[in-house]
């Protein structure tokens, strides 16, 4: 990636770059017993970035006090910073344990924007914490494009989406079976401890959520459910040498994921499964739909020009599928570059609709269910 391409990803909205040190400050916190100078380190040049954005005299002024109001809603942090995103006001950051909330990896994430003048490298910092979505995805295609041939691009692609998580060594056969996979060097890492049960026994265990397959998060309090919450199933977990899952709203309709053995397996890192895997399960879910109702699909036809090129009896759809939980993010990131396909809100973001029509009103813009039943309609008059 080129420094422009870096570049255009800066920004200098103070209520951008508010939220962007208050997530940094509060990762930092949630893992200041593993990383404590560093993380401490942090969270003081963090206050700075919030000072900066506050003004003298207003905001909160030591390290201590920021970590104290990321406990609060972000909307008394970002009370007159300008430019301050108004669909975070009531979210907060970090729960009573000290760890990161589930509105953090789902919501506030998407608004994350590199901080230009806070230099020095922390690999210890997750990418989903520093970088802008758009980089995170830029850098996983670019060593997947580096060949230019589209068959070995979409396998790859499709590999990654379909198995963010695994047995290592089973992850190298699924990886040479598939053939000309290419996938970016350090792609896979281990599974983070808090996706993760300890058995009394030591033995670590990780269940894969049914619909991104990655690992579930495991709360102190048993609860198993995914990081992304329009995955929404969530578990109870039967604690022991050989722990279970149990469905915790009592469903019967999906049986829970078996327990998987966290020695040897890997996962993408949350970055990559927040901006790559997560919206790449929904492009593979409709995908398949279309297929199913007898249409013929191209996935990231042209080296990703736009997300499914769909050929149904006579018509023609090319679409490209949003995934994005903050619609002030969607709608600033579509007025920035224009889409070169018709817009496609998967189900979890349906309710969208009309707030984005309304906001951009020369766009085409469909659900995921309206879709499907054109694609349909257009199979039956075919034939
Ligand atoms: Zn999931």
Not at 39 to 60: D, W
Not at 71 to 92: F, Q
Not at 181 to 199: C, F, H, I, N, S
Request: include cysteine; proline fraction near 6%; glycine fraction near 8%.
């Amino acid at each position: 990636m080129s420094d422009d391409e870096l570049g255009s990803h800066y920004t200098d909205v103070p209520g951008q770059r508010v939220v962007a040190a208050a997530l940094r400050a509060a990762y930092a916190w949630s893992v200041r017993d593993v990383h404590r100078n560093a993380a401490m380190l942090e969270i003081a040049r963090m206050t700075g970035v919030v000072m900066e954005a506050h003004g003298p005299g207003r905001g909160p002024v030591t390290p201590l006090e920021l970590v104290g109001v990321l406990r609060a809603s972000l909307g008394s942090l970002l009370a007159g910073v300008r430019g301050r995103p108004a669909e975070l006001a009531d979210v907060v950051l970090l729960d009573h344990e000290g760890r990161l909330t589930e509105n953090a990896y789902d919501l506030v994430c998407e608004h994350v924007v590199p901080l230009k003048d806070v230099v020095g490298s922390r690999p210890w910092l997750p990418s989903w914490t520093t970088m802008h979505s758009d980089q995170i995805r830029q850098q996983v295609f670019t060593a997947m494009i580096a060949s230019t041939k589209q068959d070995e691009y979409v396998a790859s692609r499709r590999f990654l989406v379909e198995h963010p998580a695994g047995d290592e060594q089973e992850l190298v056969e699924l990886k040479d079976r598939a053939g000309g996979v290419r996938l970016a060097k350090g792609g896979y890492r281990d599974v983070p401890e808090d996706q993760l049960y300890r058995a009394p026994n030591g033995k670590g265990w990780w269940w894969p959520c049914a619909e991104c397959r990655w690992p579930m998060a495991v709360a102190s309090s048993g609860k198993v459910r995914c990081r992304y919450r329009p995955h929404s199933a969530v578990f109870d977990l039967v604690p022991g040498d050989r722990p279970v899952l149990r469905r915790r709203d009592g469903a019967r309709r999906s049986s829970p994921p078996a327990g998987r053995p966290a020695e040897g397996a890997k996962c993408v890192d949350a970055g990559v499964w927040r901006f790559v895997v997560v919206p790449g399960a929904s492009e593979l879910r409709i995908a398949a739909a279309a297929e199913h109702a007898g249409a013929k699909v191209l996935l990231w036809p042209f080296l990703d020009r736009f997300d499914l090129l769909v050929e149904a009896g006579d018509e023609k759809f090319s679409v490209d599928v949003k995934e994005c939980l903050s619609l002030s993010s969607l709608i600033e990131r579509l007025r920035r570059r224009r889409p070169s396909a018709r817009i496609l809100l998967p189900r979890s973001c349906e309710w969208q609709l009309e707030t984005l029509q309304d906001a951009l009103p020369e766009l085409a813009v469909l659900t995921e269910t309206k879709f499907l039943g054109q694609v349909r309609s257009a199979m039956r008059k075919a034939r």
